[in-house]
C-alpha cells in the first residue's frame, strides 16, 4: 500500500510541459501515436544504441575495439534501417555484411520516400530479400547461408554486430539435416494453424535449426558477437526473438514434445523432424556446446513497445495530456481485451459503490489479458486521483498484441477490430460517449490491410446507424477494414504507410476532464 501512496504523490506533483494546444482530442492521440512509432525507428534505435568514442564502439556499457574488424549481420522486417545506420555509425570499420530482409522492402521503403532507411550505393552490405508472405523460402534459406559463411569465416580478432528484428525467424531459415526446409515450414505452419503462439512456434524452431538458438553466435566462435534486438514478443524474450540466434540456449527436448502433443502433431512429424528431435543429444551438438559459449557474446535490447510507450508518454505530456502508461503486455482475446479497456473507460468516470465494482472486474479480468495485478493497481489508483485532481485530459498507455480468433471472411486486423469493439464500449456506457480509443501496430500493417489501425470514440454506434453500417454484423465477419473505409469516408482509420519498424501495437485511451473536476 505504502509503493501505491508514493506512486499516487508522484501523480499529483505531474504538470504538463506546455499548455494544450488548441488540436482536437483525435488530432492529439494521432500524434502521440506517431511519436510512439517515431520512438522506435530502426535507424534512430541504433543510433541510440551504438556510440563511437575514436576506435571504440560503446555497446551497453561495453567497449569493443574496433580495428577494421567489424563484420554485420541481419535478418528481420525493420534491419534495414538499422544497418543503414550502423553502417554510418561504424562503416569506416567495415569489412563485410549481409542482411536478410522481406521481399520487397527495398522498392517500398524508397516509395515511402524513407531514404534514411535504405543503404548508400556505396555500401559494403549486401541486401538480399526473401520469405515472401513472412515464409521462409528458398530465397530466405540462400541469405541464410550466407550469413552462415560469413560467420563461419571469422577469428578471434573479428567483431560481429548482428541485428536482429521481428520476422527474422522466417528470414533465417537454416533446418537441421536431413530435415527440408518444406517439412521445417510443414511444421511451422501446422503449429500456427492449430493455434501455437509464438513462444512456442520458435521453441519448436530453435529445436530444428542450425542458426536460432544460439547457434549463429556458435558458428561466430571465437569472434565477439554483439547482438542488437528490436523486440516483437511481449516481455522481451531474447532467446524467442527471431528465434534467438544469438543467445544461448539449451534445448530442452521435453518441452518440445510438449508442445508438438499439445497441438496433437508428434504422431504425424515427418521422419527427418523425429530423427533430429531424437538425436538432439548427438556428437555434433555435444561438442559444440563444449565451447565457451557464453564469453564472447553481448546481447541487448534496444528497441521495445515499452520504450514506444515512454515515447508517446513523453508526446502526450507536451500535448498537456495527462499520460499514464499501464502495460506493454496485453495480450489474450481481444474480445476480453476490449471489454477491459471498456471497464476502465467507465472506471475513470465511475464513483462509490460503481467504481468499487469495476475495480473488481477490472482486477479479476486483468490476469486473462495479461496485465499484472501490481501495474493495474497502481493505475487504478492514477485514475482515482486524476478524477479528483485534473482538469486535463489523461492519456492512457498500454502496448502488445491480442489475438483475434478469426470467424469471418472480412478485410481487417487486431488493431481495427479492436478499436471498433471497444468503440462500441464506449458507447455503450452512459454519459461515457467523449472517451476516445487509438489501437495502431506500430508496423504501419494491421492484418492485410493498408491501415494501421483505426480511432474511435463512444459516439461510434450513433455514427455507423446514421450511415446505415451494422456494427455487429461487422463484427461478426472480421470486417473492421471494410467498416472503417465505409464510415466517415474512412476518416477514422490510421493510414501511417509502412513505418520500417515493429514493436507490436499500441493503445490509447483518451479520457477527457469529468466535468466535477473541471
Ligand atoms: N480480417 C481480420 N480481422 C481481424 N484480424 C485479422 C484479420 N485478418 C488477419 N487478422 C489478424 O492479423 C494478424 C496478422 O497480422 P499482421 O500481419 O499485422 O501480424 P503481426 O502479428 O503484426 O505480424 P508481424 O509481427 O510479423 O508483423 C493475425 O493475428 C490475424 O489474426
Ligand atoms: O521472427 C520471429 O520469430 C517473430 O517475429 C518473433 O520475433
Known amino acids: 500500500m505504502a509503493r501505491v501512496l508514493t506512486l499516487s504523490r508522484s501523480v499529483l506533483h505531474w504538470s504538463p510541459l506546455r499548455v494544450r494546444s488548441m488540436c482536437s482530442l483525435e488530432e492529439q492521440a494521432r500524434a502521440i501515436f506517431a511519436a510512439a512509432v517515431e520512438g522506435v525507428q530502426p535507424d534512430s534505435v541504433v543510433h541510440r544504441a551504438l556510440q563511437r568514442r575514436g576506435d571504440e564502439l560503446v555497446v551497453a556499457e561495453h567497449c569493443f575495439e574496433l580495428r577494421h574488424n567489424l563484420h554485420l549481420v541481419g535478418f528481420g522486417k525493420a534491419v534495414l534501417g538499422m544497418a543503414a545506420e550502423a553502417e554510418r555509425i561504424v562503416g569506416d570499420h567495415l569489412i563485410q555484411g549481409i542482411v536478410s530482409v522481406p521481399h520487397g522492402i527495398q522498392e517500398t521503403l524508397q516509395r515511402h520516400r524513407k531514404l534514411n532507411m535504405l543503404l548508400d550505393a556505396s555500401s559494403k552490405i549486401k541486401v538480399m530479400e526473401g520469405a515472401k ?3 521462409p523460402d528458398t530465397d530466405a534459406q540462400r541469405s541464410a547461408e550466407s550469413i552462415w559463411e560469413l560467420a563461419c569465416s571469422l577469428t578471434e580478432k573479428d567483431l560481429l554486430l548482428v541485428l536482429i528484428s521481428g520476422g527474422g525467424s522466417a528470414l533465417l531459415p537454416a533446418p537441421v539435416p536431413p530435415v ?4 521445417k515450414q510443414e511444421v511451422t505452419r501446422r503449429l500456427a ?5 509464438i513462444q512456442e512456434l520458435n521453441t519448436v524452431r530453435r529445436a530444428l535449426s542450425l542458426l536460432k538458438g544460439g547457434g549463429l553466435a556458435r558458428c561466430a566462435y571465437p569472434a565477439q558477437v554483439v547482438g542488437l534486438i528490436l523486440s516483437d514478443i511481449i516481455g522481451d524474450p531474447v532467446d524467442l526473438i527471431a528465434s534467438g540466434p544469438t543467445v544461448w540456449s539449451e534445448t530442452s527436448l521435453e518441452t518440445v514434445w510438449t508442445i508438438l502433443n499439445r497441438y496433437n502433431l508428434s504422431d504425424t512429424l ?3 523432424v523425429k530423427e533430429v528431435l531424437n538425436q538432439a543429444d548427438s556428437q555434433q551438438r555435444s561438442s559444440l556446446k563444449e565451447q565457451p559459449q557464453q564469453i564472447n557474446i553481448l546481447n541487448t535490447v534496444i528497441g521495445s513497445n515499452a520504450i514506444a510507450l515512454k515515447c508517446a508518454s513523453r508526446k502526450a505530456q507536451e500535448l498537456g495530456l495527462r499520460p499514464v502508461i499501464l502495460s506493454p503486455g496485453v495480450c489474450g482475446n481481444i474480445q476480453a481485451v476490449a471489454q477491459f479497456y471498456g471497464l476502465l473507460s467507465r472506471f475513470a468516470c465511475s464513483s462509490g459503490k460503481e467504481s468499487t465494482e469495476l475495480r473488481d472486474q477490472i482486477l479479476k479480468l486483468g490476469t486473462e489479458v495479461g496485465v499484472g495485478s501490481w501495474e493495474l493497481c497502481c493505475t487504478l489508483k492514477e485514475l482515482e486521483v486524476v478524477q479528483q485532481e485534473s482538469w486535463h485530459a489523461t492519456c492512457l498507455l498500454a502496448g502488445g498484441e491480442p489475438t483475434v480468433h478469426l470467424l469471418g471472411k472480412g478485410r481487417g486486423g487486431r488493431n481495427q ?4 469493439r471497444v468503440g462500441l464500449e464506449l458507447s455503450r456506457a452512459k454519459e461515457r460517449s467523449r472517451n476516445m480509443f487509438l489501437s495502431g ?3 504501419g500493417q494491421d492484418g492485410p490491410t493498408e491501415a494501421a489501425g483505426a480511432v474511435c470514440d463512444g459516439n461510434i454506434e450513433s455514427e455507423a446507424k446514421s450511415q446505415g453500417l451494422d456494427i455487429d454484423g461487422f463484427l461478426q ?4 477494414f471494410t467498416f472503417f473505409s465505409s464510415l466517415s469516408k474512412g476518416q477514422r482509420l490510421l493510414l501511417p504507410g509502412l513505418t ?3 514493436v507490436m501495437d499500441v493503445h490509447m485511451l483518451i479520457l477527457p476532464p469529468t466535468p466535477s473536476a473541471q
Open 270 to 272: 515427418p521422419l527427418s
Open 441 to 443: 501496430g506500430t508496423d
Open 477 to 480: 465477419n472480421n470486417d473492421s
Open 180 to 183: 527440408t526446409l518444406h517439412e
Open 417 to 420: 477490430e479492436l478499436a471498433l
Open 193 to 197: 494453424a492449430a493455434g501455437a503462439t
Open 133 to 135: 508472405h513472412n515464409l
Open 500 to 502: 520500417g519498424t515493429n
